[in-house]
């Protein structure tokens, strides 16, 4: 299973978040830093990508 590294942007404290298992086509996952919905696409650029849903 893919794993995506990415950081969190929505806090001050930075350092690496890795999603291990993510299902190869993306997935939704909260974001371990923020709370927030994230979705995760392994497919996407170099390595994958974690975009935050906004919630509103
Ligand atoms: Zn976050």
Same mark, same amino acid.
């Given at each position: 299973? =893919? $794993? /995506?590294?990415?950081?969190?942007?929505?806090?001050?404290? @930075?350092? !690496?978040?890795?999603?291990? @298992?993510?299902?190869?086509?993306g997935?939704?996952?909260?974001? =371990?830093?923020c709370?927030?919905? $994230? #979705? /995760?696409?392994?497919?996407?650029?170099d390595?994958?990508? /974690?975009?935050? $849903?906004? #919630? !509103?």
């Amino acid at each position: 299973m =893919p $794993v /995506v590294k990415a950081e969190c942007g929505r806090r001050d404290r @930075g350092g !690496e978040i890795t999603y291990t @298992g993510v299902d190869p086509d993306g997935e939704l996952r909260n974001c =371990p830093d923020c709370g927030c919905e $994230v #979705a /995760v696409d392994p497919q996407a650029g170099d390595g994958g990508k /974690v975009i935050h $849903v906004e #919630a !509103e």
